[in-house]
């Protein structure tokens, strides 16, 4: 029996996001989330159900290991505000009262009019979108699978996550992280395939997305990934079904789905991923408006304090000479532009 199935017989109604929900984006349908199988104390409790219910899963070789290479982008999901806004207003009784009251705060603080509190985001001071974030960004991602473990990455501020594959959490360091600490095992399911069940634990606090709730540093996640295909498309995409715990901001934990589309397009233009510099966002800074609600702004060339991104002597290597020839960060634009900042 595949886990689709066994879920439904045995937890008619357990889903805790809304029933049948459909959010089409990129004209493709989002799948149904999943529901709980049955209440869990905690995340790995969870987990450790599906290591059991899949017998341990399967180790995969560099030959049979589910291949997800190329670039992807976001497809449709069940994330964002969907959970918590319905037509424009806080939907009551998912948010614990402290959380529900900071995400009306946060709200209250931008003209919900116009953008519900969106003014600051967090990742313009060079901050990863971090995890459950990592899963919506609309930048490009690579899925990178081995035996032993996954490297997945996203292009936005070298945010990458590492899961290790039948192993168990490590850390050494004490502390949480952007993307916590994610292990993981390989099954066979008879619908969905190939599956990998991911556990993420020790995460910085954050939020789902820019101007959605925050998340607290309890926030601990299952996943699981499997390939499916896209008939109104005609292409393979990856689908995720996330399990998101939280005791400080969830009353309940959350079922969500995100899904990724492959982007020949942009591999037939060219782009590859690149280091993501943090220093072409030294120009941003906050302001206050005399209610207190907060804007990022962003110095633009001629403006005072304008440091520019792209460097000189002087202001990037202040241990060499002004004058050094050669150190000019961009040489292919300075020959086909004629600007100087």
């Not at 591999?267 to 800074?285: D, F, H, K, S, V």
């Not at 040489?331 to 900042?341: K, T």
């Amino acid at each position: 029996m595949s886990l689709t199935k066994h879920l439904k017989i045995i937890a008619a109604g357990l889903s805790l996001t809304a029933s049948g929900a459909m959010f089409a984006q990129f004209n493709a349908p989002t799948p149904d989330a999943l529901p709980f199988p049955m209440e869990f104390e905690t995340s790995r409790e969870h987990y450790d159900y599906l290591l059991d219910y899949y017998k341990g899963g399967v180790k995969h070789d560099y030959l049979s290991v589910p291949k997800w290479e190329g670039l992807w982008s976001t497809g449709g999901n069940t994330g964002g505000n969907r959970p918590f806004v319905e037509d424009g207003e806080i939907i009551e009784g998912v948010l614990t009262p402290e959380y529900e009251a900071a995400f009306r705060y946060r709200r209250d603080l931008g003209d919900q009019a116009f953008n519900a509190g969106v003014d600051y985001d967090r990742l313009t001071t060079c901050e990863p979108a971090g995890m459950p974030r990592w899963l919506l960004e609309p930048y490009v991602r690579e899925f990178l699978n081995t035996p032993t473990y996954s490297l997945w990455h996203n292009d936005l501020a070298n945010d990458t996550r590492r899961i290790y594959i039948n192993q168990e959490h490590v850390n050494i360091d004490g502390t949480h992280f952007a993307a916590g600490d994610s292990i993981g095992f390989w099954a066979i399911d008879d619908e969905l395939g190939n599956v990998l069940v991911v556990h993420t634990e020790d995460i910085y606090p954050a939020d789902f997305f820019r101007g959605t709730p925050p998340t607290s540093n309890q926030a601990e996640s299952v996943e699981i990934y499997y390939e499916y295909w896209d008939e109104e498309n005609d292409q393979k995409r990856i689908g995720v079904n996330v399990y998101w715990y939280d005791d400080l901001a969830l009353l309940e934990p959350l079922s969500l789905v995100y899904t990724f589309r492959p982007r020949p397009d942009m591999e037939a233009a060219g782009l590859r991923i690149r280091y993501w510099e943090c220093a072409q966002n030294q120009n941003t800074y906050l302001t206050f408006d005399e209610e207190g609600r907060p804007n990022t702004q962003y110095r633009l060339p001629g403006d005072p304090g304008y440091l520019d991104p792209r460097g000189t002597p002087a202001t990037r290597n202040p241990d060499l000479p002004a004058d050094l020839i050669g150190q000019e960060k961009s040489p292919i634009f300075d020959d086909q532009f004629d600007f100087a900042f």
